[in-house]
């Protein structure tokens, strides 16, 4: 097993109180696996996302343990998490495209972050020249300033250096969220291909976007107010899902071919609650047309079939 | 690059003319005869007053139209002749200046260069270190704060005049003539160190208020945090943020120039420090209106001139400038 | 104004972030409109701040009120220290300190609110114009803008001044205010750039509202913290470059401030003598108040934009 993470409980500390935004995730993703997290805005994956490689200065792990490849990450301790940063854990963040600094040519902001992280530029300069030609960048990129390339481009260059050093977990955070679809497409076909050629062990895609998940991901993971909801084969997800929320999340896509007159969208009613008080019981209670009296406690994510977990009392085990 | 330049170029150019049609302009705008003040500093009785008017104002070239006028300023300007000084009759306003310049900039430039460089290294470190932050951001607030005049008279009170370190006004001890010897230069810098203290305290602090904002803020960026997540250690991470930093900081430092000058003007006046400052107070103080002009004049070309050194340095500073692609 | 205020204004860094997020997903608005003067209370910065200047504004207004002298009036003992009868002492000319001081405090208020007042609205129509037009409108608009700017104000303003006596302190508000807008009107084009490319902003131009109208419902109000904080250096800004006016006599004469004091003081060889209470207190007053403001400034843009707050 390449991730396990058992129980995570990652809250911000406000003036009101902890904010429960990531309330207790357990999952594992295995070797070679690509995981698509998704759910709306705030339930909770930017914080799982976060917490797996870097703290953000409010948030505090409440509880719970992330292992990699046996090793249990310290991921509270933002000095000891050093260590694994870049080499085991490793980010490509939503803002690619301000990610490198303006004022250094991006070859010598590279050997600058080799060295510092006792890595040398020499040795690794074949390796990352393949790498970018691969994603289809000229060696002359190297001494470029970022301010010389487009948006897409410097999105491929961010990709290259973060799996430089063959991470065992990669964390996509929001990835596609400021590109147009067409580089979209290239930026997703290029984190399987990353994967297929073994840059990369496991892989988690963050998104709100389900559709670019259904091509990329193995395994889908919805989550909804900062617990887990649902965990299925994209397959499954898409096709068959069984909890609740996951269903309105799938029937609000729109369909290629469906026409305006004959369906028109539908969103979900209503808007998540709060995670400074959260309501007791299932969280997703409030807009769920299905939700009786049983709803009142909380739903265990429980394991349906192999590799399908759900946490809601409507669904058949 | 070629680009950039030539756009602050035209826009010094343009200021230069500006600058100077009103310095040229104001004193024709204004209510007064300025004969009729030299006229009666010079006392001389009324029946001769006529014709001595007549005979100044055609001198001064003050008859003629005004474009004419306008004109000849310009061609005086072109050959470095700014014109008699009415308040030190006898000579003129371009020896008087070259005169007082070098002290100045005596004071100037080093207050400058060293409250610059000293600003944003503390600045820069105040913004790492919260215990630095709270003793030295204060201070350096009440050091922004604190008018140049006011400095100049404390520092005056308490070192020159209580406890005698330093002395109280002047360039150089009286009984000395200026001159390449140790003695001379010895008592300049003596006479020299108050204002020059004076200049760079308050300037200082203005710098490490901005320089620890900026870091503050570049610690902060999209490109800090990826540094950081990919487990960067500080030195890197502070490296480049005092790198990106030290742009606005620059471009900052020709704004700050008009407000130094100015505080250099003042602090002059109050240690009887022969430079511009002290003559501006004396062309002030007689109406002397050619002085004040060529004063003016001097101030504008001397600020333009740094803003463009200023400019060329930041060139270098940031690439972006020379990829040819509008940067910031 | 090119003086020290650019350098002590903290860099405008917009609400957004995982931390607007969170407080955007999840709002509780009642508990929100308190959360600000929560804040507000609890910032040492805006605290103190606020208390000294509004310390040295009671003084202002009240001061004059517990003394019988006025400040050009003779016939005082001449050059006495602080007593129980002269609580700044007096001039060597035999004027009372105390009441230069308290009048020089009401000058100071005035003319630096004036100043800000007349710099503040010239900055707002400019920066406000180029930012929200664009285009040749704002080339133009920020070529004239960086005129201004780079022509050193003090020079300027003496220039003007020695010919055109300063009479009232109104006058020399007027004169503080038309050279210090260029840096409002950076600082404030640059706002307004952001917030034109905004949502609301194109729906209130689709929605056919006139270039004024936008600007003043849709934009300015946005800014509003903004505005205010700039109002507050601007303040700063003008005590102090009319402090410097006034030492070097080019203010009104005849209206008491502390640059005067400071220019009596000196002519007077004030420091050669010792007489070191009329040259000490105006400074502190100056001092004090724009320090106050600077850091009150500090504060309030702590308050308004959340991710400053270092706790």
């Known amino acids: 097993m390449s991730l396990v993470v058992d129980n995570l409980r990652v809250y911000y500390r406000t003036l009101r109180g902890d904010v429960r935004a990531l309330d207790g995730a357990t999952f594992t993703v295995a070797d070679g696996e690509i995981m698509g997290v998704a759910g709306e805005s705030g339930c909770g994956k930017t914080t799982l996302g976060k917490s797996l490689i870097r703290l953000d200065g409010r948030m505090r792990v409440a509880e719970g343990s992330v292992t990699l490849d046996g090793v249990e ?132 895609v ?42 309105l999340l799938i029937a609000s896509l729109p369909e290629v071919g469906v026409r305006f007159e004959e369906r028109r969208l539908t969103g979900i009613a209503g808007r998540p609650p709060s995670l400074l008080r959260p309501p007791t019981g299932c969280r997703f209670r409030a807009r769920c047309p299905l939700a009786t009296e049983e709803c009142a406690v909380e739903p265990p994510f429980v394991e349906l079939a192999a590799g399908r977990h759900a946490a809601c009392w409507k669904v058949a085990a | 690059m070629t680009r950039y330049l030539a756009r602050k170029s035209l826009l010094y150019l343009l200021t230069f003319f500006v600058a100077v049609t009103i310095d040229w302009a104001i004193p024709r705008l204004m209510p007064g005869d300025p ?107 009440i050091l922004t704060a604190t008018p140049y005049v006011w400095l100049a008279l404390v520092l005056a009170y308490f070192l020159a005049f209580k406890w005698g370190i330093f002395p109280v006004s002047g360039a150089y001890d009286f009984s000395l003539q200026p001159a390449w010897t140790w003695e001379f230069a010895w008592s300049f810098l003596q006479h020299w160190f108050l204002p020059f203290l004076t200049l760079f305290l308050v300037s200082f602090g203005g710098w490490a208020i901005g320089m620890r904002n900026l870091i503050i803020y570049e610690l902060e960026s999209e490109y800090s945090n990826y540094l950081q997540a990919l487990g960067a250690p500080s030195t890197l991470v502070r490296k480049y943020a005092y790198g990106n930093a030290v742009l606005p900081q620059m471009s900052g430092l020709a704004l700050a120039l008009g407000a130094v000058v100015g505080g250099a003007l003042v602090t002059e006046i109050v240690f009887g420090y022969p430079g511009i400052g002290t003559l501006i107070i004396t062309a002030l103080q007689n109406r002397d209106y050619f002085l004040l002009q060529g004063l003016f004049l001097l101030i504008i070309i001397g600020v333009l001139v740094a803003n463009f050194v200023v400019d060329i340095l930041y060139v270098v500073v940031d690439p972006r400038t020379r990829t040819g692609i509008q940067g910031s | 104004m090119e003086s020290r205020a650019d350098l002590v204004a903290t860099p405008e860094i917009a609400l957004t972030g995982e931390g607007a997020a969170l407080e955007d997903a999840y709002p509780e608005p009642p508990v929100r409109r308190f959360e600000a003067l929560h804040f507000a209370a609890r910032n040492a910065k805006l605290v103190v701040g606020l208390t000294v200047v509004l310390a040295f504004l009671v003084a202002a207004i009240a001061g004059p009120w517990l003394t019988d002298a006025t400040p050009f009036e003779f016939g005082y003992p001449l050059g006495e220290p602080p007593s129980s009868a002269h609580w700044l002492g007096t001039t060597s000319p035999g004027q009372d300190v105390y009441s230069q001081f308290v009048y020089g405090l009401r000058s100071s208020f005035i003319v630096g609110a004036l100043a800000a007042a007349v710099a503040g609205l010239l900055g707002m129509a400019i920066g406000f114009l180029g930012g929200y037009l664009g285009g040749v409108i704002d080339e133009i608009l920020s070529m004239v803008t960086n005129i201004v700017l780079v022509i050193p104000t003090l020079a300027v303003l003496i220039i003007v001044s020695a010919y055109l006596s300063v009479g009232s302190l109104w006058s020399e508000a007027l004169l503080i205010g038309l050279t210090s807008w260029p840096w409002a009107a950076r600082a404030i084009r640059a706002q307004t750039f952001s917030l034109a490319s905004r949502d609301f902003v194109s729906l209130a131009r689709l929605s056919g509202q006139g270039t004024i109208k936008v600007i003043v419902k849709e934009i300015a109000p946005n800014m509003s913290s903004y505005l205010f904080l700039t109002f507050i250096l601007l303040f700063g800004g003008a005590v102090l470059i009319a402090a410097t006016l006034d030492f070097l006599g080019l203010g009104p004469s005849q209206v008491m401030s502390l640059g005067l004091m400071l220019n009596n003081a000196v002519s007077n060889a004030a420091l050669q003598l010792g007489m070191w209470w009329w040259f000490i207190p105006p400074g502190v007053g100056i001092t004090a108040i724009v320090g106050g403001l600077y850091i009150m400034n500090v504060g309030l843009d702590e308050v308004f934009n959340p991710k400053l707050r270092r706790t």
């Not at chain 1, 929001?174 to 062990?201: C, H, W, Y």
């Not at chain 1, 889908?220 to 909890?243: C, F, N, Q, W």
């Open chain 1, 206 to 247: 963050i998104t709100h976007d389900l559709s670019i998940l259904y091509q990329v991901a193995d395994t889908i993971l919805v989550m909804y107010a900062g617990k887990l909801v649902e965990k299925g084969s994209a397959a499954e997800i898409t096709e068959d899902p069984r909890h609740p929320y996951t269903k």
């Open chain 2, 35 to 141: 004969i009729d003040g030299l006229i009666s500093r010079l006392q001389a009785d009324s029946t001769a007053s006529q014709e001595l008017h007549g005979y100044f104002t055609e001198s001064f070239g003050l008859d003629q139209p005004l474009w004419r006028q306008y004109a000849s300023f310009w061609r005086g300007l072109a050959h470095g002749d700014l014109g008699p000084s009415i308040a030190y009759v006898g000579s003129s306003v371009s020896d008087l200046i070259w005169a007082a310049l070098p002290y100045t900039l005596a004071l100037l430039v080093p207050a400058i260069v060293l409250s610059y460089v000293a600003g944003n290294r503390v600045g820069a470190m105040a913004a790492r270190r919260k215990v630095l932050d709270n003793t030295v951001l204060p201070f350096a607030y």
């Open chain 1, 73 to 204: 990450l310290p991921i509270a301790d933002d000095r000891a998490m050093d260590a694994y940063r870049f080499r085991s854990v490793s980010i490509v963040p939503q803002y690619a495209m301000s990610a490198l600094n303006p004022i250094r040519r991006i070859g010598r902001m590279i050997s600058e972050l080799l060295s510092s992280r006792g890595v040398s530029y020499e040795e690794t300069l074949p390796e990352l020249r393949r790498r970018l030609a691969l994603v289809g960048l000229s060696d002359d990129v190297l001494e470029r300033y970022p301010i010389e390339l487009s948006g897409g481009m410097k999105q491929r260059v961010v990709m290259v250096l973060s799996t430089l050093m063959n991470p065992s977990l990669l964390v996509a955070d929001e990835l596609t969220s400021a590109l147009d679809v067409s580089t979209q497409k290239a930026v997703a076909e290029m984190l399987v291909e990353f994967r297929d050629r073994g840059f990369v062990k496991s892989t988690i």
